[in-house]
C-alpha cells in the first residue's frame, strides 16, 4: 500500500529564516505530487504540483519554491519566511482525478 | 476565483440529527465530487464521492446529493455523532484538468453538541 511522509509535524521559525519541509511517498512510482497549505480561517489552496522529477508547476505567486529532486521526494522551500506564510501544509499524492492520498501535515508558525 | 465554494465556515447540529453540508461550483467541466473529513493537525481523510453520472451516492450514515442544473452538492450525515466534530471539505475534479487536479473549498468546521 502506498504511504505519504511528510516532516516535521510542526515547525516554529523566526521571520527572515528558510523553510525546507520534505514529503516522501512510498509503494508507487511516478506519483502526481501536491503541496497545499490551509492557512488559518480559509481551505486547502494548491501550491505546487509535480508530475516528474524537475518538474514543478505553481499555482499561485508566492514567497515558497518547490523541487523534486527524486521521484517520490517533493519538497518545499523558502529562503525568507514571512508572517504571512504561517499555516498547515499538506502533501498529496494524487494517482487519479478522483483520489487525493494526504500526508499527517506539518503545522508550520512564523514569529 | 474560487471554483468550489462552501459558503458556511461553521455548523453545529445536535447528535442524533441530521447535518447538512453545502458546496457549490462554478466550472462545468467538473466531473467528479468528493468529500474529506479533517481533524486538527492531521491531513484530510476521503469520506465519500459521487461522480457526475450520479444524483445521489450513500455509504452509510454519510449521503453526497449532486444537483448538476444548480452546480450544487451536499453532504448529509445522519444521524450525527459526536465523532463526526471536524472540518469537511468539498471538492472537484475534472478529466481536462491538467495533471489530476483536484479543487478544494474552504471546508466546513461541524460541531456535534450533546
Known amino acids: 500500500s502506498q504511504t505519504i511522509h511528510q516532516w516535521p509535524a510542526t515547525l516554529v521559525q523566526p521571520v527572515g529564516s528558510p523553510l525546507s519541509l520534505e514529503c516522501t511517498v512510498e509503494?508507487?512510482?511516478?506519483?502526481?505530487l501536491y503541496w497545499y497549505r490551509q492557512a488559518a480561517g480559509r481551505g486547502l489552496q494548491l501550491l505546487f504540483y509535480?508530475?516528474?522529477?524537475?518538474?514543478i508547476s505553481s499555482e499561485v505567486p508566492q514567497n515558497l519554491s518547490a523541487s523534486r529532486p527524486q521521484d517520490r521526494q517533493f519538497i518545499l522551500s523558502s529562503k525568507k519566511l514571512l508572517l504571512s506564510d504561517s499555516g498547515f501544509y499538506l502533501c498529496?499524492?494524487?494517482?487519479?482525478?478522483?483520489?487525493?492520498?494526504f500526508g499527517q501535515g506539518t503545522r508550520l508558525t512564523v514569529v | 476565483d474560487q471554483q468550489v465554494k462552501q459558503n458556511s465556515p461553521s455548523l453545529s447540529v445536535q447528535e442524533g440529527r441530521i447535518s447538512i453540508l453545502n458546496c457549490d461550483y462554478t466550472?462545468?467541466?467538473?466531473?467528479?465530487f468528493l468529500w474529506y473529513k479533517k481533524y486538527p493537525a492531521e491531513g484530510p481523510t476521503f469520506l465519500i464521492s459521487?461522480?457526475?453520472?450520479?444524483d445521489k451516492n450513500e455509504d452509510g450514515r454519510f449521503t453526497v446529493f449532486l444537483n448538476k442544473s444548480a452546480k450544487h452538492l451536499s453532504l448529509h450525515i445522519v444521524p450525527s455523532q459526536p465523532g463526526d466534530s471536524a472540518v469537511y471539505f468539498c471538492?472537484?475534479?475534472?478529466?481536462?484538468?491538467?495533471?489530476?487536479?483536484?479543487?478544494f473549498g474552504s471546508g466546513t468546521r461541524l460541531s456535534i453538541r450533546p
Open positions: 498529496a499524492w494524487l494517482p487519479r482525478t478522483t483520489e487525493a492520498f
Open positions: 509503494g508507487t512510482s511516478n506519483p502526481n
Open positions: 509535480s508530475v516528474g522529477i524537475g518538474q
Open positions: 466550472n462545468s467541466m467538473f466531473d467528479y
Open positions: 459521487i461522480s457526475s453520472i450520479k
Open positions: 471538492a472537484a475534479s475534472s478529466p481536462y484538468s491538467s495533471a489530476s487536479k483536484i479543487i
